[in-house]
């Protein structure tokens, strides 16, 4: 049985409506004028993605399996600063070898469960790199939280959600004065809202 619940926000999001969003010409991250376009994508009913930021049917409702095809998906076009345009850019080598290291590592560090757990049952000395693997894992765990944190423009222009049709989508700027700018532009479709509905399974 689903339930509901309202969550606050400190900051009010903006609803707006999809087709009818107008971006600023400033860049949301620096404030700078803007001179490209970045496209940030929204899927709805999606497998979820590895980083959680790319995956935002989750933020007010529930989400169903669907594989790997989404059922759909629309785009954002954010006008952004030259510096900002590609914010992924030489990510993706850094995420990649994280994964690897973490996996050498899990091995690692079971060898080393197994090798403390023997010397403590036979009462005999735990050798100094047992521990030493296990935090070295720990460093690459938070190394790799890192890689996958959302990039410079998600952090500015976070997706809260979107109504079950898609029609209007919720989002949360960083910045107060673009945030006031991007209503300045949007007057006759957003609307400033503190809370939302999420509904739990």
Not at 117 to 128: H, K, L, N, V, Y
Request: hydrophobic share 45%.
């Amino acid at each position: 049985m689903m339930s509901s619940r309202r969550e606050y926000f400190d900051e009010p999001l903006v609803k707006v409506d999809f087709l009818k969003v107008h971006f600023p010409k400033i860049c949301p991250v620096c404030g700078a004028p803007a001179t490209k376009y970045a496209l940030l994508k929204i899927a709805k009913n999606g497998k979820q993605s590895l980083r959680r930021s790319w995956d935002y049917s989750y933020a007010l409702y529930p989400r169903h399996e669907m594989g790997n095809r989404f059922s759909e998906m629309k785009v954002l076009p954010i006008q952004v600063c030259d510096n900002h345009a590609h914010p992924d850019d030489g990510t993706d080598r850094y995420q990649t070898l994280c994964l690897i290291v973490d996996g050498l590592l899990i091995v690692l560090m079971i060898f080393s469960f197994l090798i403390i757990g023997d010397r403590i049952s036979r009462t005999r000395p735990i050798p100094f790199w047992s521990y030493l693997y296990i935090l070295l894992f720990v460093v690459a765990i938070l190394s790799t939280k890192i890689a996958f944190r959302p990039n410079a423009l998600e952090r500015a222009v976070r997706i809260i959600g979107f109504d079950p049709g898609m029609q209007h989508v919720l989002i949360l700027f960083r910045r107060t004065e673009y945030r006031e700018q991007f209503l300045l532009e949007n007057q006759m479709n957003a609307e400033l809202v503190n809370w939302i509905t999420r509904i739990n399974d």
